[in-house]
């Protein structure tokens, strides 16, 4: 059975704060990915990354750094976390094969004061 | 701008009823389609996917896709109240990503 796990299911920053997310998966899955999901946009893609150091900014980067270090882990870091930032973050892994579908971790919800 | 596009809803539909969710894509390149089901409060799940013309069924669920209108749609028989969920249409290309759309809210009254 795939798992991916967050670190934190709901957490509460201050504006300035670096915040870091994590996130583990155990399928041995190449491809791993942060969105973030605010009402009415949809899943919106932050950064993903397809092995082991390596990493390609989404559709919105700005504000967000991240990294993978092992295959397994895949961190989301907030330099500077500001309140447009508040959301709900989900991350997924997959294979790389075309066909492969994504599966997500259970998320976790950001508030930034 | 690849885009996946869906109708927010809400749909509502009675219970034992079939619902209908529908889907455009605009990159006619796309190779694979995807539907999630998502809980509120919850993560995405995969509910079907479908890489050809024509429909897939699986329990009470039917994928259809047509290629040539680039379109793709969720049936789903007998609704009952557990399927209400947010379906999410998904979309890959070819590379790394998908694309997904905003969503359409499904309600199954009682």
């Known amino acids: 059975d795939v798992k991916v796990t967050q670190s934190s299911r709901y957490l509460v920053k201050r504006t300035g704060e670096k915040v870091f997310l994590e996130c583990v998966q155990d399928?041995?899955?190449?491809?791993m990915f942060w969105y973030r999901q605010d009402p009415g946009l949809g899943l919106r893609l932050i950064y993903f990354?397809?092995?082991?150091?390596?990493?390609e900014k989404g559709d919105i980067p700005e504000g967000y750094s991240v990294s993978r270090e092992k295959k397994e882990r895949f961190s989301l870091i907030l330099e500077s976390a500001s309140t447009n930032q508040t959301s709900m973050y989900l991350c997924?892994?997959?294979?790389?094969?075309?066909?492969?579908?994504?599966?997500f971790g259970p998320g976790t919800r950001l508030t930034v004061l | 701008q690849k885009e996946v596009e869906q109708n927010s809803g809400p749909l509502s539909v009675p219970e034992g009823a079939i619902a209908s969710l529908n889907c455009t894509y605009s990159d006619r390149g796309s190779q694979s389609f995807f539907w999630y089901r998502q809980y509120s409060g919850k993560s995405p799940e995969l509910i079907m996917s479908?890489?050809?013309?024509g429909d897939k069924e699986d329990g009470r669920f039917t994928a259809q896709l047509n290629k040539a209108s680039q379109y793709v749609s969720l049936l789903i028989r007998d609704s009952q109240p557990s399927d209400s969920a947010t379906y999410l249409c998904a979309v890959k290309a070819g590379g790394f990503k998908t694309i997904f759309g905003a969503g359409t809210r499904l309600f199954v009254k009682a």
């Open positions: 479908i890489y050809s013309n």
């Open positions: 997924a892994s997959s294979f790389q094969k075309l066909t492969d579908t994504q599966y």
């Open positions: 399928m041995d899955h190449e491809n």
């Open positions: 990354s397809y092995d082991v150091k390596m990493k």
